[in-house]
């Protein structure tokens, strides 16, 4: 099994671009760093099946019983992402097609079309033949399908797989028009074979048309996973079964709605902020990992939520136009902050750098410099202390907040024909996250219908799209006595992205106890003075009270003295909203006082600026993990033991510059 009860080390192995004489030179170093983990074969179709039905397993027969031997376990993966050149020269019309029609051609990866009958055909017959060879095999503890499903086309195959969804999804035509507003612009089809995916066009698309493409894309790759996870079930239905979810605004996947498709929610996570934000990046991608997670197998129902960080760069952060080498102990504290909420492990992409590739510069635990390097000695250390942490897992974390997430949200605000460019989801999520994240108040992401019974506070970050259920949900909430923080852009349209009329946000004005009037998007560059002393970017709106009071007002320009933050008594709870994109500053004092009025309080308040701090609370002891982010070490005030180190705190733990820390603490004392 996968989950022995350690904490997994690892990363992706690619022993087919080194010669045999390295494999076992790799097997002493994965014991030396303490890897118990490794994924193997994720590229490497072309090397197992090197012509049509011609299969050459002798030298991942020999990888397997090496790792095996060495105590290693292995995520085996089914090498779909990147289908062979014979592949692509006997099937053209399996290539992925752009929304302009320009066919692309092997020589990267992911050069495929999931709607493709050949391409099916192909990927279930090497993951078939895979799972009748090694299924049974000791070294095999997971299957890792494909790689980071995400890849969409506009070919002949996808056009009439696209319809075929459409008609399951809608069932008549009179439906589609009316869900997609085709009498604008003489849109209105009278016939299913009019429909074609949303192709390049003259000017802008119809959202609804491109809202359920996404959707399309998203159940699609969904069913050609399950069709390769339910051969590999058939064979060895012990070994569990995942993929590696890929986080963007551009993957057409609705990750929450995959987990219960799969054993173990496995995400790849690379942030691309070299200040702190790249801490706030990893926090996040966490939270939602731990949210989707939560929506797995119901025989996972009552259990703490697991998910496994299965890949993540030792020693780069991958930002803009470079790559930034990481400063020493920062790998450490993206692994455990990952680990601290909710994740089986740290692992990597990947065990040893390549010498060539398009990926030769990518980061790895065994860099071009070899073992003697520091990023490999800190792999070493990293192994070592999630060795002394397994016990830290069996404890839930503590997040009294909720953030409401929805990818078809995130997808219909992408749309160019919003009133500006400037808004997105994932965004103003961030911001609302980055806010709870620097006033240490933990928070959980949910979907809109979860159970909302543990958390005070519920925040709603451009949650542009809302059902009649949706609508009930944040409603009883209130009533009910719970606290709410709408963002603005939140409730504007219906699941078809068709606007609310009646005044924003159309589906939450009688719990806010507004009406929106007009919206006044800003320049990129440009800002609102606020009268609480804050500033307010990327949009501002014109809004009337209709029973909400003024929590602050804007200063200024056409919106002077009108209301920027509000906040409105519901039942008997409390909602807030906000017409604007807060700065950091102002948007922490606004989260600070909302979790004050709904009785929320931040996870370590004594932890010093600079120290992120996230409670595991289990039902017989808690853990306090404490990364340092800062230069300096941090005093933290806290009692029991200090798991790293073996130490008896009695009054605060010291936790060293750039350094992490995690007590088990006293019952007694917290």
């Not at 602050?552 to 807030?576: E, N, S």
């Not at 909302?594 to 010093?608: E, F, W």
């Not at 510059?657 to 006293?666: C, K, L, S």
Request: hydrophobic fraction near 40%; charge should be negative.
């Amino acid at each position: 099994m996968w989950d022995d009860g350690r904490l997994c080390h690892g990363g992706d192995y690619n022993p087919e671009q080194w010669p045999a004489a390295t494999w076992r030179e790799d097997v002493a170093l994965m014991r030396q760093a303490r890897v118990n983990l490794v994924t193997v074969g994720v590229f490497a179709w072309s090397r197992l099946e090197p012509a049509p039905g011609r299969y050459e397993f002798g030298w991942l027969d020999e990888v397997l019983d090496l790792l095996h031997d060495g105590g290693i376990r292995v995520a085996l993966a089914t090498p779909t992402a990147s289908p062979p050149p014979w592949f692509s020269q006997a099937h053209p019309d399996s290539l992925p097609v752009t929304a302009d029609g320009v066919r692309l051609h092997h020589g990267s990866r992911d050069t495929y079309c999931a709607a493709a009958p050949a391409y099916r055909a192909a990927a279930r017959g090497i993951a078939a033949t895979l799972a009748a060879r090694y299924a049974h095999h000791p070294a095999v503890a997971m299957w890792h399908v494909h790689n980071e499903y995400g890849t969409t086309c506009h070919c002949p195959h996808a056009e009439a797989a696209f319809r075929r969804w459409l008609t399951a999804r809608h069932g008549d035509l009179h439906t589609l028009n009316a869900a997609w507003a085709t009498s604008f612009w003489s849109q209105h089809y009278a016939d299913w074979a009019h429909i074609s995916t949303p192709r390049a066009t003259q000017y802008l698309a119809n959202p609804g048309h491109l809202l359920d493409f996404r959707r399309f894309w998203s159940d699609t790759l969904l069913a050609a996973y399950v069709e390769q996870r339910d051969l590999l079930k058939a064979v060895n239905p012990a070994i569990p079964v995942t993929t590696n979810y890929v986080l963007g605004d551009w993957v057409p996947v609705d990750h929450a709605r995959w987990a219960s498709e799969v054993d173990l929610v496995a995400v790849d996570h690379y942030p691309s902020a070299v200040d702190g934000g790249a801490e706030e990046q990893t926090a996040l991608a966490a939270d939602l990992a731990r949210g989707w997670a939560r929506h797995g197998a119901p025989e996972r129902a009552g259990r703490p939520a697991t998910w496994l960080l299965m890949e993540s760069a030792a020693n780069q952060i991958h930002t803009a136009g470079r790559m930034h080498t990481k400063e020493p102990g920062r790998m450490a504290r993206h692994s455990l902050s990952h680990v601290a909420r909710g994740s089986r492990g740290a692992m990597f992409f990947q065990w040893r750098a390549p010498l060539g590739g398009a990926e030769r510069f990518h980061s790895a635990l065994v860099p071009h410099a070899g073992p003697d390097s520091r990023v490999f000695r800190e792999s070493v250390r990293l192994g070592e202390t999630l060795d002394r942490l397994a016990e830290a897992t069996a404890g839930e974390v503590a997040a009294p907040v909720a953030l409401a997430w929805d990818a078809a949200s995130g997808w219909a605000l992408r749309h160019p024909g919003m009133p500006s460019d400037l808004p997105d989801q994932h965004d103003e999520l961030a911001a609302a996250h980055r806010a709870l994240w620097r006033t240490g108040y933990g928070c959980d992401v949910v979907l809109p219908g979860d159970p909302l019974d543990r958390y005070r506070l519920l925040v709603l970050p451009a949650l542009y799209l809302a059902s009649d259920a949706t609508v009930d949900w944040v409603r009883d909430h209130v009533e009910a006595g719970g606290h709410l923080l709408v963002t603005y852009l939140s409730g504007v349209a219906d699941p078809h992205a068709r606007v609310r009329p009646g005044g924003y946000p159309g589906a939450f004005r009688d719990v806010l106890g507004i009406r929106v009037e007009e919206f006044h998007p800003l320049a990129a560059d440009e800002q609102v003075l606020l009268s609480d002393g804050g500033t307010g970017r990327i949009w501002s709106e014109t809004v009337h009270l209709t029973g909400a009071e003024a929590s602050c007002a804007y200063v200024g320009g056409v919106l002077d003295g009108r209301p920027a933050v509000t906040r409105h008594r519901y039942g008997a709870g409390t909602a807030w909203y906000l017409s604007t994109r807060p700065d950091d500053d102002t948007y922490r004092r606004l989260v600070t006082e909302a979790a004050r009025a709904a009785g929320v309080h931040p996870v370590c308040p004594d932890a010093p600026p600079g120290v992120e701090a996230v409670r595991r609370q289990g039902p017989e002891a808690s853990w306090l993990f404490l990364l340092n982010h800062t230069d300096r070490p941090q005093r933290v005030p806290v009692t029991g033991v200090e798991l790293l180190t073996g130490t008896v705190v009695a009054t605060a733990v010291t936790v060293p510059a750039g350094g992490v820390a995690v007590v088990r603490e006293d019952p007694d004392g917290r």
